[in-house]
């Protein structure tokens, strides 16, 4: 994750849980395993965090409230475009996020979809808002032939919008180095976009 750049000790931490939660899991993950990875006295995630669970909790705080907050930014810099080109933006600004934070994007999506109560419950606020976000722009742009399917709809886009961070080890081979998660981005993207043409052409 990228958002402490004005505490690099901090910084090299939270990179490494990252890292290490992407790998091995929460539970399969021990402070002792994140000092080493971030080269740092375990007494310093101590100060820093008091435990693992609090570690945790500051990264999927600080991902959720930068994350809803670009989202924010986007549909507020969009509100006179057409509703399916509102959509279109805030479909790119979550796949770039999620992308530019792969491994605590996987480590979260990957918890969620497996219904883990001790993401769920630190997250349930940021996901309800998420979710206002993402439904509200999408009905948006859909007819009314297509309003009795639009519960199925929308989870044919969110499901869409976790695919390749639910099922990363699909994508491995795919994505190596910067300019290829700037070229994954903007293909996955453009089939996103492609799949709305394709449902409101009607």
């Known amino acids: 994750m990228s958002t402490l750049k004005n505490n690099p000790s901090k910084q090299k931490v939270m990179d ?17 395993d994140i000092a080493d990875k971030a080269c740092v006295n ?37 509100e006179n475009d057409s509703a399916i080109t509102r959509l279109k933006k805030l479909i790119e600004t979550i796949i770039q996020y999620r992308q530019k934070n792969h491994q605590f994007s ?5 918890e ?7 993401v769920r419950e630190m997250a349930v606020t940021y996901i309800a808002k998420e979710n206002h976000y993402i439904s509200n ?8 032939k297509q309003k009795p399917d639009q519960q199925f709809l929308l989870m ?8 390749p961070y639910v099922l990363q080890n699909e994508w491995k081979n795919q994505v190596v180095g910067e300019f290829s998660h700037t070229a994954f981005v903007r293909k996955y993207v453009r089939i996103i976009h492609d799949w709305l043409d394709y449902i409101v052409q009607d």
């Open 106 to 110: 996987c480590f979260i999506l990957r």
């Open 156 to 163: 044919q886009l969110k499901g869409m919008l976790i695919t």
């Open 42 to 78: 375990v007494s310093l995630i101590s100060y820093y965090f008091k435990s693992k669970q609090g570690l945790l909790e500051h990264g999927v705080t600080t991902y959720y409230e930068l994350y809803l907050q670009l989202i924010e930014e986007t549909l507020q810099a969009s």
């Open 112 to 118: 969620l979809s497996l219904d883990s109560v001790f």
């Open 137 to 144: 722009t999408f009905y948006s742009i859909l007819n009314k």
């Open 16 to 32: 490494a849980a990252s890292s290490l939660f992407f790998q091995k899991g929460f539970h399969g993950t021990s402070v002792r």
